[in-house]
């Protein structure tokens, strides 16, 4: 199946630090998700990216559609204790999610 | 609204055992999808309905596993028989016709076979 790859695969930072994460493909995509899941939960969609170059915002959070559609990015700005959980990005194909390995970001306060 | 809502959300069971897991969709939706999650593999697409008919099981590890979708408001996944390497969360989604905002994960399963 599709490989999708994220990068950092975790990260410790300080209460109020931007944070940056990113997810490749060998695979061209035509829509971009980002989730995150707190311990004991299912994925929770942030944000959905569906052309080329796009740039969304949702509050703190801005992801980008990477252009050659293999990859994505996802900032988060002024980090807070409850941002804590594993953040996933999807790449979409179909009716087919494939989902990449996962960030896991601890916010120390 | 309930949201998705999968049950049991803990099961242990000895190897060899029968394990049913439930989920019920949010309502109006018309796809489901039944996803397992452990730390080596991520998440992964088991099986996935459209209208109550299973479109792509190519997902499902083997015949060991089994989903059927008997109506619109009610999915089964079972494992017979289990397998220590079972073990994992099952997550169930449901998703309507268009959109991605609306594909809607349940609070899992959380499988552990001894």
């Known amino acids: 199946g599709q490989q999708l790859n994220q990068s950092p695969q975790s990260m410790f930072i300080q209460e109020g630090e931007d944070v940056s994460m990113n997810c490749t493909s060998s695979?061209?995509?035509?829509?971009w998700l980002w989730y995150k899941q707190e311990p004991g939960e299912g994925p929770v969609l942030l944000i959905a990216l569906y052309k080329a170059g796009e740039l969304t915002s949702n509050g703190r959070l801005t992801a980008q559609f990477g252009i050659t559609r293999k990859d994505s990015f996802l900032n988060i700005s002024a980090s807070i204790p409850s941002d804590v959980g594993i953040y996933f990005c999807?790449?979409?194909?179909?009716?087919?999610?494939?989902f990449g390995t996962g960030t896991s970001l601890t916010v120390i306060p | 609204d309930a949201g998705v809502i999968q049950s049991p959300r803990h099961e242990v069971t000895e190897m060899g055992q029968e394990v049913t897991l439930r989920c019920k969709p949010i309502?109006?939706?018309?796809?489901l999808f039944w996803y397992r999650q452990t730390m080596m593999r991520g998440l992964e697409l088991l099986i996935y309905?459209?209208?109550?008919?299973?479109?792509?099981d190519s997902g499902m590890p083997e015949d060991r596993f089994s989903a059927k979708m008997p109506n619109a408001s009610f999915s089964t996944l079972k494992i017979q028989p289990s397998e220590p390497r079972d073990s994992a969360v099952y997550f169930c989604?449901?998703?309507?016709?268009?959109?991605?905002?609306?594909?809607?994960f349940g609070s899992g399963t959380r499988l552990t076979v001894v």
């Open positions: 309502s109006g939706h018309n796809s």
């Open positions: 309905f459209n209208n109550n008919v299973p479109i792509d």
């Open positions: 695979s061209i995509f035509n829509t």
């Open positions: 999807a790449g979409v194909t179909g009716n087919q999610f494939y």
């Open positions: 989604a449901s998703s309507p016709t268009t959109g991605f905002y609306g594909y809607t």
